[in-house]
């Protein structure tokens, strides 16, 4: 079964500097998601994604984060300035056109040191 | 504002037995989905079920059922015949009001973690 996969598994990195987290979502899946957890904290969304533009953004999500999908497979999620308070599990999830369940990947451990 | 509720922090099971989750929600939209999410201690985010609110019978798949309760706001999920991997954090989501380009985010509770014991 086709799954969404994520890279690194984990990032560690200093504070201030830039990360970009890959996905590799289903490829017949047309929308795609960013959620970060807290270690020990419920799932929060972050962004929704399709055709190439934001769908809906969190408060969360300020100046600092971007995503884009540049080569029409992978879709990153980029933190320009990581801050300690970025440390967290980040999730890509993607969903087929006309369905309503997402698709998690395994997620990326960002540590910011 | 839509919201999910988890009121089970922690939860043991025997081995064998069946074991309810339970989840409430709050929503004003007619149209909502309901999901359950099991997070093992390696941290990916594994599908089990859904119900979405016009379906007529509750969801099932395999072991796993989800005993939904619209009058009551609540969708819990129920394990039969637990087996010592189901130990996990198990989270209810539900998605949220369909943006007009077709995405839509989900919200989730504050998860349920299950140790079954041997």
């Known amino acids: 079964e086709p799954e969404v996969t994520q890279t690194p598994s984990h990032q560690v990195t200093q504070m201030g500097q830039e990360v970009i987290l890959r996905c590799v979502p289903i490829?017949?899946?047309?929308?795609f998601y960013w959620y970060r957890q807290i270690l020990g904290q419920k799932v929060e969304f972050l962004v929704s994604f399709y055709n190439n533009e934001i769908s809906e953004k969190s408060e969360i999500f300020d100046d600092q984060f971007s995503v884009e999908r540049p080569d029409g497979s992978n879709f990153t999620l980029k933190i320009r300035s990581t801050k300690l308070e970025d440390s967290a599990m980040y999730f890509c999830?993607?969903?087929?056109?006309?369905?309503?369940?997402?698709?998690f990947g395994p997620g990326t451990r960002l540590t910011v040191l | 504002a839509q919201k999910i509720t988890q009121t089970q922090p922690g939860m043991f099971v025997q081995e064998k037995e069946a074991v309810t989750l339970d989840c409430t929600y709050d929503t004003s939209d007619p149209s909502y989905g309901l999901f359950w999410y099991k997070q093992p201690s390696s941290g990916e985010m594994i599908f089990l079920i859904y119900q979405g609110s016009y379906d007529q019978q509750n969801a099932t798949e395999g072991r796993y059922s989800l005993n939904f309760q619209k009058a009551r706001k609540s969708a819990n999920l129920v394990i039969s015949a637990s087996q010592l991997g189901d130990s996990a954090m198990y989270f209810c989501?539900?998605?949220?009001?369909?943006?007009?380009?077709?995405?839509?985010?989900?919200?989730f509770g504050t998860g349920t973690r299950l140790k079954v014991l041997a």
């Open positions: 989501a539900m998605r949220e009001t369909r943006t007009t380009s077709g995405t839509y985010k989900y919200i």
């Open positions: 490829s017949n899946h047309l929308y």
């Open positions: 999830a993607a969903q087929r056109n006309g369905a309503d369940t997402q698709y």
